[in-house]
């Protein structure tokens, strides 16, 4: 229990005192990352991808923080020329931006990764709300053998986001992440084993790509759509997106303030 207790204590130290010099914001999509990227005046950096990648990078300062804004870019593969959405290239795109970083002599020590979700009914969510993930897990990987069933669903602890939530005025809780919009039966059963209060396209992902690199994750979340809240997924998305992405322009600063502010003071946590 003492052993429990100070890997306990040691962790919220971590928490604490947690230099944050670099912030990576990962944004999926190109539309909800270009306002942001214009209210702190962030530059484009051309050539910081591999050409052949379709990633998007911007850089730049806050309160002597340097941050890095990358957005998965637009589908090239396949053709469409639609925001490059799914865990595939929001995995890819966190690796490569966490390496050229580190190797650039510019370590990352907190991503932050920004969007839009659906929110669930029976967790107290609503349109516009804005959660600060607490933890990830995946609904969709389903492999029904012992110990790749654990490694199916993912699931990772975050940092604690309480004060900040109850500070800000936000929601916390798991984002549960899969590649649909829409779900399936067996998808919400695994949602409600997640504890799930969001679900997105890309959380998981992210957050596996931060503990392969050993960075904090944290993710900014507000909700477009109710999953169980009886209306078709795409249409409650598409209706209610760009007030939900005012949303997030407001929400994201905020956050970015907060984490800045608080870097380093002892009396303080995230």
Known sequence: ?????????????????????????????????????????????????????????????????????????????????????????ASLGTFLALSISEANGHPVDLILNAGTCGGFLRKGGAIGDVYLTTGVANH???????????????????????????KLGYKTGIATTGNSLDWVEKDDELMKANDASVKDMEAA???????????EYLGVKVVTDIVDGGKPTHEEFLENLHSAARSLQDALPKVLEYVTDMTGKKDQEL
């Open 205 to 215: 992902a992210i957050a596996w790509v931060a503990k392969m690199h050993d960075v």
């Open 1 to 89: 229990i003492f052993a429990l207790l100070l890997l306990s204590y040691c962790a919220s130290l971590k928490l604490e005192n947690m230099p944050v010099n670099h912030v990576l914001v990962a944004i999926v999509m190109e539309a909800e990352a270009a306002p942001f990227a214009e209210h702190l005046g962030l530059q484009k950096v051309d050539g910081f991808f591999p050409p052949h990648t379709p990633f998007v990078c911007f850089s730049g300062e806050h309160h002597a923080t340097k941050v890095t804004l990358v957005t998965m870019g637009k589908d090239t593969v396949y053709g469409t020329g639609m925001d490059n959405v799914g865990t595939s290239s």
């Open 140 to 166: 969709d990987r389903r492999i029904p053998i012992p110990g790749f069933d654990v490694f199916g669903v993912g699931k990772l602890e975050t940092m604690d986001t309480t004060t900040m939530a109850e």
